[in-house]
């Protein structure tokens, strides 16, 4: 039946999944092609349903292994080894190399064209369990949080995250910790504050104030980190264990990598900086609107 309806799908030429649900009235959540403006088709998935639908997949950042230090794997920091005369690590926040495919976005790193070809004004993202099969992404009970934003935030940094990152480099030593970049307020889809606070471990939830995303946090040690997911940093400056992606260096070693140090404390041990298991263990989406 699933694929009756792909059989029904016709091709379009659309740039993004906003144009598929406007002009063509696509109302199913599910993968589907879309053109960049160089006329590159590729494929990805729409959530079709969020706050009148429209929303392009064009991310997902996924943390193979918590112990990895840099290593392979780690396309949103670095997979050359935890290394400070590579201060920008990949550098996929800000360049427009691709990776992964739509159905193993929850299995590995996925990057599309539309991460930088998309001109666009707001986020949602989705932490989904790790391996969670496509057809199962849009069940709100799989979901560990949903959020988007509605303030249009993304016109204001160039319109997508590729711009966004350009202003605010994922670069070790870029500047010191209230260097932070923008704090955009988020509209709950699955959790709320309280349950964010949780995602987290008890000692980072005493520096973040939940109902944000936040973008290019810095630590004490100078290291970058690109999405803090949920929550804004507000005092003390520990945001390995509550921001994802980086740059090349971290100090010390057991922190360069996807997901920081969200195993500060042990693996999900949730206690101390640790943050819990459902979130380590779950692949960050990230659509466009
Ligand atoms: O990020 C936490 C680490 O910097 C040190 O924490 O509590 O061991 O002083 P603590
Ligand atoms: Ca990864
Ligand atoms: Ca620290």
Known sequence: ERLEKVRNRSIRVARSCKELRGRYDEREDGVYYLTTGNGMLYQTYCDMTTAGGGWTLVASVHENSIYGRCTVGDRWSSQQGNNADLPDGDGNWSNR?????????????FKNPGYYDITAEDMSVWHIPNN?????????????????????FLRLYGGNLFQLFKQYPVRYKVGTCSD????????????????TKKLYG????????????????????????????????TVGCNTEHYCI????????????????????????????WSASKEMTEAAVLLFYH
């Open 97 to 109: 190399n691709t990776f992964g495919t739509v159905e193993s976005a929850t299995s590995d790193d």
């Open 132 to 152: 969670l099969p496509l057809e199962f992404w849009n069940l709100e009970a799989a979901a560990v949080l949903r959020y988007h934003t509605e303030n249009r």
């Open 180 to 195: 932070r970049g923008p704090a955009i307020p988020i509209v709950y889809d699955h959790g709320d504050v309280e349950s």
């Open 202 to 233: 008890p000692n980072p939830r005493r520096e973040f104030e939940p109902g944000f995303i936040t973008f290019r946090a810095i630590n004490w040690e100078s290291a970058a980190m690109a999405i803090c997911s949920g929550v804004k940093p």
């Open 245 to 272: 992606g980086g740059g090349g260096y971290f100090n010390p070693e057991e922190q360069c990598g996807d997901f920081p140090s969200f195993d500060y404390d042990r693996l999900g041990k949730e206690q101390g």
